[in-house]
């Protein structure tokens, strides 16, 4: 006759799962209590005194995870990262270039504004002062990446632009975007939606008359190197 299975044995694998489920609520509440302060505050003001406050623990225990503020940014800045390229990241990598202009902005720009409305930490770590080396340098390789697909785009609408050319339209579009979207931020409900549409307007009007020559005076469009 089998032996019965030892019931301590079986059960002995769960607990460290169950404690590492534990530790991974605490960390992702500890997370979003560091946004919170990092938006209100600013990461130079923010303190762990107050990330605890935030998350309604003491200080000992947000020092069970994270042993100083830079840790915490670096972790949320890496998450949110992360989640920015599954989004605007996937979006651009899946552009269609034969959409007209109006919907390929529309395809960009409508996943960039929901998330950086969805996570305005994101904004505070990837653009604020004083910010731990780790994010800004990869917020930076990233932001060189995005610039050379936006400049593969635009290669698609102006076939005879120059290198530099596109490299100054490019920067251009992602200088009007960044403004564009820190005045979003700064506003909510019916304001903000209207900032949301004068964003899309004033990249439309900036980039039509190099894609389309009849939308400049005398119908002609001039291409620089």
């Known amino acids: 006759m089998p032996e019965a299975p030892d019931t301590e044995e079986q059960a002995r694998p769960t607990q460290p799962r169950r404690r590492q489920a534990r530790g991974e609520r605490r960390i992702a509440q500890l ?7 990092f938006c209100r505050n600013g990461y130079t003001a ?9 998350a309604g623990v003491s200080p000992g225990t ?3 995870f994270f042993p100083n503020k830079e840790a915490i940014a670096v972790e949320l800045g890496t998450r949110l990262m992360q ?21 390929l ?15 305005p930490a994101f904004t505070v770590l990837m ?14 390789a990233v932001h060189s990446a995005l610039l ?8 698609d609408f102006l076939p ?21 979207l820190e005045l979003i931020l700064a506003h909510e409900g019916a304001e903000q939606d209207a900032y949301k549409a004068e964003l899309k307007a004033m990249v439309h009007r900036y980039l039509r008359p190099l894609v389309d020559p009849a939308a400049l005076p005398g119908g002609t469009r001039t291409n620089t190197p």
């Open 31 to 37: 997370l979003e209590a560091a946004a919170g302060v």
């Open 83 to 103: 989640r920015w390229r599954e989004t605007h990241g996937a979006a651009l990598d899946t552009l269609d270039p034969s959409l007209p202009l109006d919907e």
């Open 127 to 140: 653009h604020g002062s004083e910010i731990p080396g780790r994010i800004t340098q990869e917020h930076d």
């Open 105 to 119: 902005l529309d395809s960009v720009l409508d996943p960039m504004i929901e998330f950086n409305c969805a996570n």
């Open 46 to 54: 923010a303190s762990t005194n107050a990330i605890a406050r935030e």
């Open 62 to 64: 947000l020092y069970q």
């Open 148 to 155: 050379e697909r936006v400049e593969e785009i635009l290669g």
């Open 160 to 180: 005879s632009a120059g290198p530099a050319q596109l490299s100054r339209v490019a920067n251009m579009t992602f200088s009007v975007v960044k403004v564009g």
